[in-house]
């Protein structure tokens, strides 16, 4: 009897110990969602009141690791919009890191735009020129493509207001369309960013009909929620984009100052593990029960 507790007594430990291992190994496996860095007027946006009656605005934001050819979110204090390391570049083009530092790819035009209302807006970016690694023709080496907003996500969470009808399209062909994924990390400063392509977070967003850009890339949605249409709503010019800064900041004054409803699939994913896990636990543990019943009989 003492030989049968003692294996009773080991195999409890046993699948304890399977068990709080597996749990803990769950939050490793998914993704942990990381706190970006924020100038000043970003971290202000995300804790700021959404005021339908305000101006907003959507920027493209992109990466491609194996040229670091990139466009960073607004908010990035580095090399965002009002970024302390671009000096005399202009972010409303591409920019590149190399060994040299960060330098401009000379000929591309960023097209961010100015949200004032109800309607449909397009950003992007003209004039790549095969700036863009593609090895072969074939592989999708795009990390990421998305819209960086100073839309509070509050008003997202809250159903206040409404992205749809999203659609990216690369060198004038449609490569995507439907929910895109809300950013995870920017989620983290209570910003809105909604990303069409992102090779960091989600496997969903590993897009492979999405080849390397030749020349251009537009992100067009469809945005509701404020008190008042904008029948003329498109993307800004970039050049203009000096102008929606100071708009930016005066919104922010007034109530506001740039990744999950369909988006959780990593957390969703952790979240079934543990039930597993749970659930091999209880049937273990049921067995012994029904295992001590038995020797008792």
């Known amino acids: 009897m003492r ?52 101006t907003y605005h959507a920027y493209l934001g992109f990466q ?70 593609d090895s072969d023709g074939t592989n999708n080496v795009i990390s990421l493509i998305y819209a960086s907003t100073d839309i509070p996500l509050s008003a997202i969470e809250d159903g206040t207001v409404k992205v749809t009808d999203v659609k990216l399209s690369i060198d004038g062909k449609e490569a995507f ?16 960013q909604f990303d069409c392509v992102n090779t960091y977070q989600n496997e969903g967003y590993e897009n492979p009909s999405i080849l390397t850009p030749k020349d251009s890339i537009e992100i067009t949605f469809t945005i509701s929620g404020f008190n008042t249409d904008n029948p003329n709503a498109s993307g800004a010019d970039a050049s203009s984009d000096a102008s929606s800064s100071s708009s930016t900041d005066t919104s922010s004054a007034a109530s506001s100052a740039s990744s999950t409803s369909s988006t959780d699939s990593e957390s969703g994913s952790s979240t079934g593990t543990v039930a597993v896990v749970v659930v091999v636990a209880v049937v273990v543990i049921a067995g012994v029960v029904v295992y001590i019943k038995k020797k008792k009989n």
């Open 64 to 133: 491609q690791q194996t040229t670091w050819i990139f466009r960073d979110a607004w908010f990035n204090p580095n090399t965002g919009r009002d970024g302390k390391d671009l000096g005399d570049l202009d972010y409303n083009s591409l920019l590149k890191s190399g060994d040299n530092g960060t330098e401009q790819v000379e000929g591309t035009k960023v097209t961010d735009a100015e949200i004032t209302g109800n309607g449909t807006y397009t950003i992007g970016v003209s004039g790549i020129n095969g700036a863009l690694e």
């Open 177 to 192: 369309s439907g929910e895109p994924y809300i950013n995870e990390d920017t989620k983290l400063l209570k910003l809105y």
């Open 3 to 54: 030989k049968s507790l003692r294996k009773i007594s080991a195999a409890i430990a046993g699948c304890a110990l399977a068990m709080a291992l597996t749990v803990g190994a769950v939050p490793n496996a998914a993704y942990a969602a990381t706190k970006p860095q924020s100038t000043k007027a970003g971290v202000k946006a995300g804790k700021a009141k959404f005021d339908p009656d305000g």
